[in-house]
């Protein structure tokens, strides 16, 4: 097997939570996706051992879903949302200027594997179009100035943990909604931050 | 049987059973409507949208698909409304877009779906005029399967099939949206033992067989239904041929038997036919070599032997016979002797099983209407496949499975209760009271049970069955399928007295006892545990004569072989199946040289010995075959050929069996069959021959820890015998056993009883296993 122990763990933690083993394919995916940035045949062979189905079932899940990745990402997946809001408040400038200043296509990862970039459909934030995405933090109100600010942060600082509360207070704008929760926890791989994945972390 | 429901359809009322999918109400009712994806024998899907109707709801009439739509009382339904048409015609263009429309090279052009249904339902032109999604032409995605996915119309019922009915899902869906394909993992092939199936489940030319590819067009096909006598199931296929060669086999829906799946050797285990090696003419051996003569000759020679009446004959019969072939040999035993004859199966599995007059003998149909299935048997997946797909099936709707000892290893992935070593020995010893199993009997006390049970090794007792057998007699309102696996065996047991199996055979048969013996359609020196007695013992008779297709290790041994012709298409006759229902067996092509039927052989012969010879037809063997039924329920020719009959007829008859009893012999080597093996038809059948040929073993766990097996490749030694072989580490076996394919080439010569040397390669002392 190609995961270690403690991988391992948290995937039986996991499993333990679903009545149905197969039900942890999910989850599980993710995990795979924060090892390694994608999902790797490798971990397929893996998951679908643990939970009992074949390696082409867990291939067609794992390739249903935008969110899991069939190439390796850079260390940044950088998503622009490209649908009705964000795109009437000029998301359009703001791709441009990321594709710019990145060097990159649709679905490309730069050689140095720093950042992949992505235009995609509607990530729930049109009260804050356009919004951008870092390794899914949430960043709203984001100017194509401001885009192009964050992707050089993170290129000079490359933080281990991007949050989206840090992020939306340097380079966002206007936000759907107010919280007024201060949430200083961000994700610590491509995969989503989830607590009980320990793809999160507090940045200190 | 609940209240019947009434519906409305274009204007015409029809009646269902509740709970039916209006599409299927409808066909039982004349009236077809469209589909790709939906198909009777699996759940239902909406995927393709083929079969939309416009339903009255309260809101108006909508459109539905019908076959996810249940049927309701009062329901109100139109199949034919120009709503209905324009969807269909909208469909079939949203299909047709991606699709290749390469049917001048298609194999299915002339039989698919898709054409048909474009004719029928489609609209006239295409609107697309953009780029259609390519990908890469045929891919192999097993040895014997090519999937073209620019055909595909994503209609799942490929993947439906195996992940619902035969249960190995190794292809799915991958990618989505316009993207979407059928795979499966890299490296990890669809290596199913059904896979043919979902090649002729494609309601496009998708999926296509390496066997049939480019062969023909369906026009020029010409079609018999018949019974394949690859295993006892005797599952309904249809045979297929052009220009007098062989050239395809399907299923055939028959309900109570294959409901419409075969098995993929059944299916692909008929290209022997076309070989160049078959025997077209009898040979004789002459100074230790074989030379051909004509069948005149054979007769005359052979006449001369049998008129003396001292001669004592024999006769060993294989399972690929028909039911007339059978009682061809029997008038001939009856004729020439005056001592009562026994006839020698090529079974080393044969025992006496359980037919006594207080059992009731059970139908494959039992098994979906039982509470529970009792399964103690050869590896059913391997020895009658479909018979394991049935089982499958019962499972999934709810009936409850008890599986006993290791050879069922896929069965007892799904069993709710599993015997392995602590009940079951390795050698399948009971060594426990089944009586004292708290779990059996919380299953099986007291209720409606299947019994199927049979012999899981040569080297196992009658007796340990035979508990299990009382156990269930005493407790349980039980019905039994006696599962001896191999093709007519219930042909056999339905036409012959007095049969004995390859044990027997060993112990009866010498130079004192038989002068003359019959060998037909049996290598046993090729597959059994015997084959080293056997094949001394046939080379110290006098004459030996083998009828078969082509010769091999056993017919070497003959001083003459006849060359007969196949039951696979080139004979006709009947065949009994597990269940004792006896179907036809059809003629489709002639067969090459002087080859003749097993019965017209022997009734040749016969009249040319100049013996009174009362059944000289097909016809009149036909007859004598079932001459102790009354005319209304015998399954003669006249009676199968009715309309009504073409499934079969069951007569459940008690065979008599007189294989003496076996008592155990304890070895670390479990001897089992694969579906492919190294027989001589497998070795002849191009597209499968190479899953066959793989001399392997499977070791448990334990041994190969303990010996630090860990190259892959060992060599076992017995005597002057040295074969190597790679070996497989099984989690499933038990501690201390290996599983020997007795059907791959070389692994037969050992005498698995004695002891066997294992010697890993690289590593180099041996190490002593017995
Ligand atoms: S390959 Fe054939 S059966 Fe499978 S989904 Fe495609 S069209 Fe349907
Ligand atoms: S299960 Fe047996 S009878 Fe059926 S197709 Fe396979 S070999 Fe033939
Ligand atoms: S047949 Fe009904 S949706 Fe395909």
Redesign the pocket.
């Known amino acids: 097997m190609s995961w270690d122990d403690k991988l391992l763990k948290q995937a039986k933690k996991i499993i333990k939570l679903y009545p149905q083993k197969r039900s942890a394919i999910g989850p599980l995916l993710h995990l795979a996706q924060s090892k390694d940035g994608y999902i790797s045949d490798d971990s397929i062979a893996v998951i679908s051992e643990l939970v009992g189905i074949t390696e082409v079932q867990v291939k067609s899940v794992s390739t249903f879903y935008s969110m899991y990745k069939q190439e390796p990402t850079g260390k940044y997946l950088l998503s622009v949302c490209k649908s009705i809001s964000c795109e009437i408040n000029n998301s359009s400038e703001v791709i441009n200027k990321v594709q710019e200043f990145t060097g990159l296509n649709n679905n490309e990862t730069d050689e140095e594997k720093l950042f992949t970039f992505e235009a995609v459909e509607c990530i729930g934030a049109c009260g804050g179009a356009p919004a951008v995405q870092v390794n899914y933090e949430t960043v709203e109100g984001v100017t194509s100035e401001n885009a192009v600010n964050l992707c050089k942060w993170l290129k000079e600082t490359k933080p281990e943990v991007v949050v989206a509360d840090e992020m939306q207070e340097n380079f966002g704008g206007i936000k759907s909604f107010d919280w007024a929760i201060q949430d200083s926890s961000g994700a610590t791989s491509t995969a989503p931050g989830f607590q009980t994945l320990k793809t999160t972390k507090v940045k200190k | 049987m609940s209240e019947k429901v009434n519906l409305n359809v274009n204007g015409i009322e029809i009646e269902s059973d509740p709970n039916k999918l209006l599409i299927e109400a409808c066909e039982d009712s004349g009236i077809h409507i469209p589909r790709?994806?939906w198909h009777k024998r699996l759940d239902p899907v909406g995927m393709c949208r083929m079969c939309l109707v416009e339903v009255e709801t309260p809101r108006g009439k909508i459109l539905v698909p019908s076959c996810t739509t249940e049927v309701g009382d009062e329901m109100v339904v139109d199949t034919e409304s120009d709503v209905v048409k324009k969807a269909q015609e909208g469909v079939l263009e949203f299909l047709l877009i991606n699709h290749p429309l390469d049917c001048p090279i298609c194999d299915k052009a002339g039989e698919c779906p898709l054409q048909d249904q474009t004719m029928a339902y489609g609209p006239g032109e295409s609107r697309f005029v953009e780029e259609k999604r390519h990908f890469e032409k045929p891919i192999n995605i097993s040895e014997i399967i090519l999937?073209d996915r620019e055909?595909?119309?994503?209609?799942?019922?490929?993947?439906r099939f195996s992940d619902e009915i035969s249960g190995d899902p190794l292809i799915e869906f991958i990618q989505r949206g316009n993207k979407t394909e059928?795979n499966t993992f890299p490296n990890e092939p669809f290596r199913s033992y059904f896979s043919g199936n979902?090649v002729q489940?494609?309601?496009?030319g998708?999926?296509t067989s390496t066997s049939y590819r480019f062969k023909a067009r369906p026009w020029d096909l010409k079609s018999t239904r018949s019974t394949c006598n690859g295993c006892s199931m005797g599952c309904s296929i249809e045979l297929n041929s052009s220009q007098n060669k062989m050239l395809r086999i399907l299923g055939v829906d028959n309900d109570a038997v294959n409901q419409g799946w075969i098995c993929d050797k059944g299916r692909y285990n008929f290209e022997y036919l076309n070989s160049d090696s078959r025997l077209k003419n009898p040979l004789k051996k002459m100074d230790n070599e074989f030379v051909e003569i004509e069948i005149q000759d054979v007769y005359s020679e052979l006449s001369e032997v049998i008129k003396d009446k001292q001669t004592k004959v024999n006769f060993l019969l294989g399972s690929n016979l028909t039911n007339e072939d059978y009682v061809a040999f029997r008038e001939f035993s009856e004729i020439i002797s005056q001592s009562e004859k026994s006839f020698y199966l090529n079974d080393d599995l044969l025992f006496k099983g359980f037919f006594g007059d207080n059992i009731e003998l059970a139908k494959i149909d039992d098994l979906n209407s039982s509470d529970a299935i009792v399964v103690w048997a050869e590896d059913l997946k391997e020895k009658i496949p479909v018979l394991y797909l049935r089982i499958r099936q019962a499972v999934k709707n709810g009936v409850k499975l008890v599986v006993f000892g290791h050879t069922n290893e896929t069965l007892s992935d799904i069993a709710d209760v599993y015997y392995g070593k602590e009940t079951v020995s390795e050698n399948f010893e009971i060594v426990k009271d089944v009586s004292k199993l708290k779990e059996i009997k919380d299953l099986v006390i007291g209720k409606n049970i299947t019994a199927i049970l049979g012999k899981a090794t040569p080297y196992q007792s009658d007796e340990s069955v035979t508990k299990l057998f009382e156990f269930l007699n005493l407790n349980t309102n039980s019905k039994v399928l006696n599962a001896y696996s191999k093709g007519n065996t219930y042909g056999a047991f339905k036409t012959l007295e007095n049969v004995k199996g390859l044990n027997d055979f060993v112990n009866d048969i010498s130079k004192e006892s038989t002068d003359l013996l019959f060998i037909v359609g049996a290598d046993p020196v090729g597959r059994s545990v015997y084959s080293n007695q056997i094949k001394s013992i046939i080379k110290g008779l006098d004459i030996v004569v083998s009828l078969d297709n082509f010769n091999h290790e056993t017919s070497e041994q003959a001083n003459f072989v006849i060359p007969i012709s196949s039951t696979l298409g080139e004979k006709e006759g009947t065949f009994t199946n597990i269940e004792f229902r006896t179907s036809r067996i059809d003629k489709l092509v002639p067969s090459p040289g002087q080859t003749v039927s097993d019965w017209e052989f022997i009734t040749s012969l016969m009249n040319f010995a100049g013996l009174t010879v009362k059944t000289n037809s097909l016809e009149d063997l036909n007859t004598k075959a079932y001459e102790n039924l009354e005319d209304s329920v015998s399954p003669v020719f006249d009676n199968l050929d009715k309309p009504s009959n073409l499934d079969g007829m069951v007569n459940v008859s008690k065979p008599k069996i007189s294989s003496s009893v076996r008592t155990l012999i304890k070895t670390m080597f479990f001897t089992g069959e694969k579906l492919y093996g190294d027989s001589v038809t497998v070795r002849h059948s191009d597209s499968i021959s190479l899953l066959g040929s793989k001399k392997y073993i499977e070791v448990s766990e334990s041994l190969a820890e303990k010996y630090n097996l860990t190259s892959g490749k060992c060599t076992l030694i017995q005597d002057e015998l040295e074969v190597t072989v790679s070996y497989e580490v099984s989690k499933s076996l038990p501690n201390d056993l290996i599983y020997v394919p007795k059907n791959r080439r070389d692994l037969n010569k050992f005498d698995f009883s004695r002891e066997i040397n294992i010697i890993p390669s690289q590593v180099k002392e041996a190490l002593n296993v017995n």
């Open positions: 790709f994806c999937l055909r595909c119309i994503l209609c799942a019922r490929c993947t059928v979902t489940i494609c309601p496009v998708a999926l």
